[in-house]
DNA sequence: CTAACATTTGAATATCTGTTCAAATGTTTT
DNA sequence: AAAACATTTGAACAGATATTCAAATGTTAG
């Protein structure tokens, strides 16, 4: 229960979510990530320590460079399921 | 994208995801989940209404009680996928 | 070995947020 | 109308956390 809570939470920034979309396709290294996501690398590292602690990511090193991506499947999965929740119709408009 | 950080952020709480986890099934009074869970009716009515607001639950009141209840499918499938990346063999474990 | 590059780590801070308590609002019953 | 019940709301406090900066670690090239 704490660890699905974990989860979560990890996935709940913003600057943490958008690392994980950026790397959820391919392998892709911190310095790219800051780069694409216009951050430093040090709050990329910072965050992506968290997403692995939780298995959310996985790391990979080569030669100087460490690559990160999607830990598992599921992970996709529960955010296209979001992504529907956010996509409904009834959603997004005010009641 | 902040929409969806939202989403996981309010799911991110173990209060809060424990109150979602409680009325997900079916239609549940504040003070009912309240007790179920050993909360104050102040503090659920506290996190029911940001899940309200970010559509994980509606609320529809019957004389004094208001039930609350989980707003479309989606979440219910977010919430297993979750737990099928808890249950993979390889999370769990430190490697 | 030194220099340059890539990533990690630690501490410090400013901000956010979950919780509590008290009071207010809304609903039914007598 | 008043009393009793259910829920909501607001302010205030304590604890958590995202971010920054500086320094450290690890890796490859000269």
């Known amino acids: 229960m704490a660890q699905l809570a974990d989860l979560f939470h990890l996935l709940g920034d913003p600057t943490r979510l958008r690392i994980v979309l950026a790397c959820v396709a391919a392998p892709v290294a ?10 430093s690398t040090s709050l990329v590292s ?4 968290l997403l692995r602690a939780a298995r959310i990511v996985k790391s990979e090193r080569q030669g100087k460079q460490v690559f990160y991506s999607a830990a598992d499947a599921h992970i996709s999965g529960v955010l296209g399921d979001m ?4 996509a409904e119709p009834s959603n997004g408009i005010d009641a």
Do not use: M, N, Y
């Open 83 to 86: 992504l529907d929740h956010i």
């Open 46 to 49: 910072h965050h992506l320590r």
């Open 30 to 39: 911190v310095s790219a990530i800051a780069e694409r996501l216009q951050l």
